[in-house]
Each structure stands twice: as structure tokens, then as C-alpha cells.
């Protein structure tokens, strides 16, 4: 379904702009058991593939979860994967082997790149998320299915927050480093 057509049914309405989404974006580590309508889920993962790659390669799979057990095994990839279980739909995120001797020094940065259209593109709609960090490879492997010569290293856990307060949270004091501490003119 084109936004358009979203939009004529009412389902669409971007709340955000690029600046206002990037500047109040909250990781979400506890969801509502509210499913994600199937277009949101589409758009997420659309924004992803949009993102832009290293020579156009592409380098990346996603692994969309959503069946409750399935995220509940998840959670044992890494000791900071908990939030996997309670998650509406879970992205995993797969690219060929970035540890190989041929592996561009891009697959990570790209990666990144789509990970966070996905989040931007996600928060935009009124759904959080959270990245968990692959801790336990073989497991992910076996819970995953992704052929040989292929890695995870990430997912990201969507859904909608438990607490919409979340979606218009003031930031927290000290939450960032201030500009002038982290920019360096010409030279560090």
C-alpha cells in the first residue's frame, strides 16, 4: 500500500520531522502487547533498505520475529537481550561475515546506517525501540537460520511503549555530551 493510500485511510500521519524525530528519540525497553499493524512493520523495514551503502552494496539481511516463544529465546543471545522477549517484532540484523579477510570495512557503517532509518523511521510512527547486542553467536545462528559466511551482531526490538509517556519524555539532564566538547576545528 502506497503512503498515499495510507494516508486516504487515516493510517498515516507523520507526526515528526527529521529534526524533531532525531532530537527526541527515547529508547523504548518495555513494550505494550499492542501488534504493529503490518504497514508500520513495512515502512520499518523499507527504511532500512533505503538506507544508503558502501558502492551501493547492500550489505544486509533483516530476520523479522514475531512469534512470542521465537522472542523469548532470542533473549538469551546476549546478558543485555531481555527486552527481545517482551518486543512486539524484532529485527535481526545480518551481514556477510565482517570479521572474513575480503570483508569491506564498510559492512559495519552501513549496517548502522540502515539500523537507524529503521529506529528514526519507527519513532516517527509512535513505536519504540532498542538495539540488543549479539553475545551468543551459535544461538543466534541456530535461533536465526542465516547461512554460513553470514553474522549477526545485532537486533533491534520494536513495539509500541508500554507507557506513551515515553513518546514525549523531556531529555534528561546530562544525557549528551555538549557540542563543544565532542567537535574539533581543522585539527583536534
Known sequence: MTDDEL?????????????????????????????????AVERILNAGRRAGSSKNRQSWAFVVC???????????????????AGATVVVALVT???????????????????AENMVLAAWELGIGSVPATVYDHGLARELLGYPAGWHCEFLLSFGYPADPAVLTAPKRAGGRRPLAEVVHEERW
Open 7 to 39: 494516508r486516504q485511510r487515516g493510517d498515516l500521519e507523520p507526526a515528526l520531522g527529521t529534526w524533531e524525530a532525531i532530537d527526541s528519540l527515547r529508547v523504548v525497553r518495555q513494550f505494550a502487547p499492542r501488534p504493529l499493524e503490518v504497514w
Open 66 to 84: 514475531r512469534d512470542r516463544p521465537h522472542l523469548e529465546a532470542l533473549a538469551a543471545v546476549g546478558p543485555y537481550a531481555g527486552h527481545l
Open 96 to 114: 556477510p561475515d565482517p570479521a572474513t579477510a575480503d570483508a569491506p570495512l564498510s559492512i559495519m557503517w552501513d549496517l548502522g546506517r540502515a
